[in-house]
C-alpha cells in the first residue's frame, strides 16, 4: 500500500525478521483470523498472501492430514522462511505466486491476514480471491483498523529523513483502505464483494513499544522497504533516531488493532 517505496523488495529483505515478530505481532492476528473463519479437519484452504505461516500454519493444524492448505505469496523469501516452518506438516503447500492469478477454486475457505490492500486493484483482488472458494465457502479478509501501525510509519519516515538529509515524509496518498477501514464501512464494502452473511470482529492489540519490539516492527513488516536501499552506517543512525523520539514524546505502545471480515461466498 506504501506509494514512496519498493514493498517487494520491503518484504524479501524482511522474511527472517518478520518470523522474529511474528509472536508479538503476526501470530495473535493470524490466530484470531483463523478463529473466525474456523477451518475444520478435511477442508481445502486457501491461505492468500501468507507471509511466513501466521495464518497459513495454525489453519493447517486445523484441517489436518486429511485437509490441504495452499499459502501463497509473491516473496519467495518469505515463501522459503514459511517451507522451513512448515517442514513436516504434509497437509501445507507453499507457493509463490501473485495470488490474484491464482489459478484453483473451489475451497472450503479463503483467509487472507493483511493482504488484500497490496493489490493495485483492492476491488478487483478481493473479487477475485472471494471467488476462489466453493458456493457457500467461507472468507476471511484481515486489514488495519484507521489510525493502527501508523506511529511506526511516523517515526521512521522522520528519522530516515533526518538520517539521509532528505525532506521529512508528507502524506502519503488517499487509498480505498482509507475509506473502509472502521467497522461499518468495511461490513458494507465486503457486501459488495459477492459475500453473505458478512460480519466484522474487531481484534484489538496493542504492542509494548520496547526497543526491541519498535525496531522489530520495522525490520519484520513492510516498513523495511524504506531500508532497504540505506548503507548499514545510515540503517544504524534510523535506528537510535527512531528510537530515541519514542522515547522523548513517551511513546510505549503501538496500536495495532484490526478489522476481520468474514463472510460466504454467494455464487
Ligand atoms: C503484511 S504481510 C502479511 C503476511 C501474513 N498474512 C501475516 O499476517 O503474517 C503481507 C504479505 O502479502 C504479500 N503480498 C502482497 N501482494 C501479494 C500478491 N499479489 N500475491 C501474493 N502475496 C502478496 C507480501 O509479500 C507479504 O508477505
Known amino acids: 500500500m506504501s506509494d514512496r517505496f519498493d514493498t517487494r523488495a520491503g518484504f524479501d529483505a524482511a522474511a527472517a525478521?518478520?518470523?522474529?515478530?511474528?509472536?508479538?505481532?503476526w501470530n495473535p492476528i493470524g490466530g484470531a483470523t483463523v478463529a473466525v473463519v474456523g477451518p475444520r479437519p478435511g477442508e481445502r484452504v486457501l491461505d492468500a498472501c501468507c507471509g511466513t505461516g501466521a495464518s497459513a500454519l495454525p489453519a493447517a493444524q486445523l484441517v489436518g492430514r486429511d485437509g490441504a492448505v495452499d499459502a501463497v505469496d509473491v516473496s519467495g523469501p518469505m515463501v522459503g522462511e514459511l517451507r522451513r516452518l512448515a517442514a513436516g506438516v504434509s497437509q501445507l503447500t507453499a507457493h509463490q505466486a501473485d495470488v490474484a492469478g491464482w489459478p484453483v477454486d473451489g475451497y472450503d475457505v479463503v483467509q487472507c491476514a493483511l493482504g488484500i490492500f497490496f493489490f493495485p486493484d483492492m476491488t478487483a483482488g478481493t473479487e477475485y480471491l472471494v471467488g476462489r472458494t466453493r458456493p457457500g465457502g467461507r472468507v476471511a479478509l484481515t486489514i488495519w483498523r484507521a489510525g493502527a501501525m501508523e506511529a511506526a510509519g511516523r517515526y521512521l519516515g522522520r528519522a530516515v529523513a533526518a538520517a539521509t538529509g532528505g525532506d521529512p515524509p508528507g502524506e502519503r496518498s488517499r487509498h480505498l483502505i482509507d475509506?473502509?477501514?472502521?467497522?461499518?464501512?468495511?461490513?458494507?464494502?465486503?457486501?459488495?464483494?459477492?459475500?453473505a452473511d458478512v460480519d466484522v470482529t474487531?481484534?484489538?492489540?496493542?504492542l509494548p513499544m520496547t526497543p526491541e519490539i519498535a525496531w522489530l516492527v520495522i525490520m519484520g513488516s513492510g516498513y523495511r522497504a524504506a531500508l532497504t536501499k540505506l548503507a548499514p552506517d545510515a540503517v544504524e543512525q534510523v535506528r537510535e533516531r527512531y528510537l530515541a523520539a519514542l522515547v522523548e514524546d513517551g511513546v510505549t505502545e503501538l496500536d495495532a488493532t484490526t478489522l476481520i471480515g468474514f463472510g460466504r461466498h454467494l455464487a
Open 179 to 195: 475509506e473502509i477501514n472502521t467497522p461499518d464501512p468495511y461490513a458494507a464494502w465486503l457486501a459488495g464483494r459477492g459475500l
Open 17 to 25: 525478521d518478520f518470523t522474529a515478530l511474528g509472536r508479538h505481532l
Open 202 to 206: 474487531v481484534h484489538e492489540l496493542r
